[in-house]
């Protein structure tokens, strides 16, 4: 199904995994050397190879590169099932967890590479601006999340922004 994802119309291929083809092909050019040098002395399964790869496993369930950072993309941007990503990509759900928990540290490296680095946690983003300082420049992709609502008003009435219909989701400060 996704083997004709070049296919795909410009807003489609940004609606499935976020990037636009261009920022997809710059991405990709520092994912490839990174996934065939990988599968070049590794297996699928994390295991060293007895001789290197000379070129990648033709019955391989995610031929090439791009389809490769395709699929990861797809997946952080979408958050299937498994089962469902499986079913998109033509593979089992088993299929789908080796390939997200082997991409995954591939990805991070080619983002780091680019000087994109995702963090969720404060503590980190702190040392590395620390550490870097005005080398990078920081995207923030904030979100709404729901937190207990206190049942003291005072304190309801600092966290509750108004904005949303559901009386348990709160700004946070």
Do not use: C
């Not at 299929?95 to 000087?115: H, I, M």
Request: overall charge neutral; glycine content about 4%.
């Amino acid at each position: 199904m996704t083997k004709n994802w070049k296919n795909y119309s410009d807003a489609r291929f940004e609606a499935l995994q976020s990037l636009s083809k261009g920022e997809f092909e710059l991405l990709l050019k520092e994912f490839q050397p990174i996934v065939e040098k990988y599968f070049r002395y590794h297996t699928l399964q994390g295991e060293p190879r007895v001789l290197p790869a000379k070129s990648e496993a033709k019955n391989s369930s995610l031929m090439g590169s791009d389809e490769k950072l395709f699929f990861i993309l797809y997946f952080l941007k979408n958050n299937p099932l498994q089962e469902s990503i499986g079913a998109f990509f033509e593979m089992s759900q088993g299929k789908v967890s080796q390939w997200v928990k082997l991409l995954l540290p591939l990805l991070t490296e080619s983002l780091s590479k680019l000087r994109f680095v995702p963090t969720q946690r404060s503590e980190e983003l702190y040392r590395l601006l620390e550490s870097k300082g005005e080398e990078y420049i920081v995207l923030q992709d904030a979100t709404v999340r729901e937190i207990e609502r206190s049942t003291d008003w005072q304190v309801q009435k600092e966290f509750y922004d108004g904005r949303h219909e559901m009386g348990n989701i709160s700004r946070i400060p």
